[in-house]
């Protein structure tokens, strides 16, 4: 006879294994699991960490029993670093799971296919404020790791890191993104086809066939800066006063040397890997840290981990 078990077994065990994830949709992707629902957090977690799909007729059946063979697929999918779809691919980093290509940005949490705009490709465009306080609520924005997209720029540190967490990821730690990149191919040379993209130009995410890591991951040099979690004295300047600007709530910001917007007060956000143009300054140990986390430099972009 087939074993049974039913939902809250299902939470107990997956979010045991794939651990607790981060910030998710307040829209429901099932009609059936309402934001009222006791299990409301918990079926759209699960859904956006890839690990629960629901039924093809677009329901979840929260009250149905599950068989034992569905609830080892979910613990499969939580331990297979599952992306939260199909088009959304990470790879497993020692204990991390790390996007395999440089984040697109998203007005929907799985892009274009439900007709969702890209935000970043050639502008400043995005919808919420770059203090990023509005970009998961009024104004959501949401970060997706796909083939074959040009990988969205333009962004701060603050829209970059809300854009991971609405997708229930976040971003990396400097050490963490160092261990991703190990084994990227760091000649400093650029063919302008298969080589990590540090002379020529932005390219598609993957598209540079030999600008991949150890561990699988995408274009870790050059193509664009990648925003890291760690912030950092800048040491450029002198701490040249102590109020941030009204975008930032006028907040008091001490003992720092500000970066790049001084006028923000901010220290360096940290940015690695180097861009299409670094040449052979771009590498796995490039490190840039004069930008605050309030830069939109075009050049800057990002990825995310869980």
């Given at each position: 006879m087939k074993k049974l078990v039913i939902l809250p077994l299902i939470i107990l065990v997956v979010v045991a294994v794939a651990g607790y994830l981060y910030a998710f949709s307040p829209i429901p992707y099932f009609p059936d699991v309402p934001v009222t629902h006791w299990a409301f957090e918990y079926v759209q977690r699960l859904f956006e960490a890839g690990i629960t799909t629901g039924f093809p007729d677009g329901t979840y059946r929260p009250e149905d029993p599950v068989k034992r063979s569905q609830m080892a697929a979910f613990i499969i999918r939580a331990i297979k670093c599952a992306g939260n779809d199909t088009n959304d691919i990470m790879v497993k980093v020692g204990p991390v799971c790390v996007d395999r290509y440089e984040a697109s940005v998203w007005s929907l949490p799985d892009g274009d296919d439900s007709g969702g705009s890209q935000f970043g490709t050639s502008s400043d465009n995005y919808p919420c404020n770059d203090n990023g306080n509005d970009?998961?609520?009024?104004?959501?924005?949401?970060?997706?790791?796909?083939?074959?997209?040009?990988?969205?720029?333009?962004?701060?540190?603050?829209?970059?890191?809300?854009?991971?967490?609405?997708?229930?990821?976040?971003?990396?730690?400097?050490?963490?993104?160092?261990?991703?990149?190990?084994?990227?191919?760091?000649?400093?040379?650029?063919?302008?086809?298969?080589?990590?993209?540090?002379?020529?130009?932005?390219?598609?995410?993957?598209?540079?066939?030999?600008?991949?890591?150890?561990?699988?991951?995408?274009?870790?040099?050059?193509?664009?800066?990648?925003?890291?979690?760690?912030?950092?004295?800048?040491?450029?300047?002198?701490?040249?006063?102590?109020?941030?600007?009204?975008?930032?709530?006028?907040?008091?910001?001490?003992?720092?040397?500000?970066?790049?917007?001084?006028?923000?007060?901010?220290?360096?956000?940290?940015?690695?890997?180097?861009?299409?143009?670094?040449?052979?300054?771009?590498?796995?140990?490039?490190?840039?840290?004069?930008?605050?986390?309030?830069?939109?430099?075009?050049?800057?972009?990002?990825?995310?981990?869980?």
């Open positions: 970009c998961s609520s009024t104004n959501p924005i949401y970060a997706r790791t796909e083939a074959g997209v040009t990988p969205s720029r333009y962004i701060t540190w603050f829209q970059a890191q809300q854009a991971c967490a609405m997708s229930g990821k976040r971003l990396l730690t400097n050490a963490e993104w160092q261990m991703a990149a190990a084994g990227t191919p760091d000649p400093g040379t650029d063919n302008g086809t298969t080589d990590c993209a540090v002379s020529s130009s932005l390219s598609l995410t993957g598209s540079r066939s030999n600008c991949v890591s150890n561990w699988g991951v995408n274009d870790m040099v050059g193509n664009l800066l990648e925003w890291v979690a760690d912030w950092i004295q800048d040491n450029e300047d002198s701490d040249g006063g102590t109020t941030s600007t009204s975008a930032y709530g006028d907040d008091e910001i001490y003992g720092i040397d500000e970066a790049f917007p001084a006028a923000d007060r901010f220290p360096a956000a940290l940015l690695r890997g180097g861009i299409w143009n670094y040449g052979t300054g771009a590498g796995v140990f490039m490190m840039f840290a004069a930008s605050g986390p309030s830069d939109s430099y075009p050049g800057n972009g990002f990825r995310c981990a869980r």
